[in-house]
């Protein structure tokens, strides 16, 4: 009998401490989805881009090409500073099933260099731009110590797809699947809004996505 009561007791404890530091939409949370958006950072996207999902509790992974961040090492920080998780989409954005090792690893490498400058931290994460991966650029990301991400949904906002379109890709998605989207299209910046109350009305959450599995988890 004690040891129930103790047990019942540390349950209450444990319930009141999760209720007192836990936002409230977040006690919803199903399971977890990752939202990407490529390519940036810019000075013409990032800033909105950020505004946009912070003003509607969204935390989402930014591809980072190299060449931008270190063009726009502010914008990077500001990713930082708004919750959002920092990747690497390469340096220039080239196909990189078509490079040399050599060359991938400069990309790679180079990028990885230029969002740590930045402020960003040593990504963990990296997307190959278009998706398209083969040996060469897996055995350079092992080097590096990135997991690979590809995506479970494509908007389609890189091929002008409308934003209920957008809104409805991100509504198919499950716990633990990724989606790609970019940050520089209109209607992408357009549909966030309404990917936030798509997600919250089934329950989901935006996470991270873990290094370890690449899959979205409740962030860390
Ligand atoms: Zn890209």
Do not use: K
């Amino acid at each position: 009998m004690r040891a129930w009561s103790t047990l019942l007791a540390t349950a209450a404890i444990a319930v009141a401490s999760t209720i007192a530091v836990t936002p409230a939409h977040a006690a919803a949370c199903n399971g977890y989805v990752g939202l990407t958006f490529d390519d940036g950072p810019s000075n013409a996207h990032t800033p909105a881009i950020l505004n946009a999902l912070r003003q509607n509790g969204l935390r989402a992974t930014m591809f980072n090409e190299g060449q931008y961040a270190a063009a726009y090492p502010a914008q990077v920080r500001a990713e930082v500073s708004a919750g959002m998780w920092v990747g690497n989409h390469s340096y220039t954005h080239p196909h990189l099933t078509q490079q040399s090792q050599a060359q991938v690893d400069s990309e790679i490498s180079r990028t990885q260099q230029a969002i740590a400058a930045a402020g960003g931290g040593t990504p963990r994460l990296f997307r190959p731009p278009y998706g398209e991966t083969n040996a060469t650029v897996q055995s350079v990301e092992a080097r590096y110590g990135l997991r690979q991400i590809i995506w479970d949904v494509d908007s389609g906002d890189w091929n002008n797809a409308s934003v209920d379109a957008i809104v409805q890709a991100n509504a198919r998605l499950t716990n633990g699947q990724v989606i790609l989207m970019h940050e520089w299209p209109a209607n992408t910046l357009s549909a966030i809004p309404r990917i936030a109350q798509t997600l919250a009305g089934r329950g989901l959450c935006a996470g991270m996505i873990s290094p370890q599995t690449g899959r979205a988890v409740a962030p860390g």
